[in-house]
């Protein structure tokens, strides 16, 4: 399972707790929720700190693997590629 969906479920469950401890508190339900929003929010800061640092390394990998097969197309759409790099089918 990916880091980020772990993440995800993770936020989503502490929100879910939340709300649960606060429903039998006599007040709005709006109320309830943006409390369960900021409580849940502030407790994953604290709770989730490896689940997101392991997600922003995974974001972080990914954008880098994005930005070197761009700049490998742009040297390729140049003409900067080196031979052995070459599409082995064309004559040339």
């Known amino acids: 399972m990916s880091a980020a969906v772990k993440y995800t479920l993770g936020r989503i469950g ?18 309830k929720l943006i409390l369960a929003l900021a409580f849940s929010a502030a407790a994953s800061f604290f709770l989730l700190r ?10 972080a ?18 003409g900067d590629d080196e031979p052995d790099q070459a599409d082995p089918h064309r004559e040339g």
């Not at 709300?19 to 007040?27: H, I, Q």
């Not at 490896?50 to 974001?59: I, K, L, Q």
């Not at 990998?61 to 140049?78: C, D």
């Open 14 to 31: 502490l929100f879910v707790v939340v709300v649960l401890a606060l429903w039998p508190v006599d007040m709005d339900i709006f109320l």
């Open 50 to 59: 490896g689940w997101r640092d392991e997600m922003a390394e995974e974001m």
């Open 61 to 78: 990998a990914a954008a880098e693997r994005r930005r070197a097969e761009k700049e490998r197309l742009r040297s390729a759409l140049a």
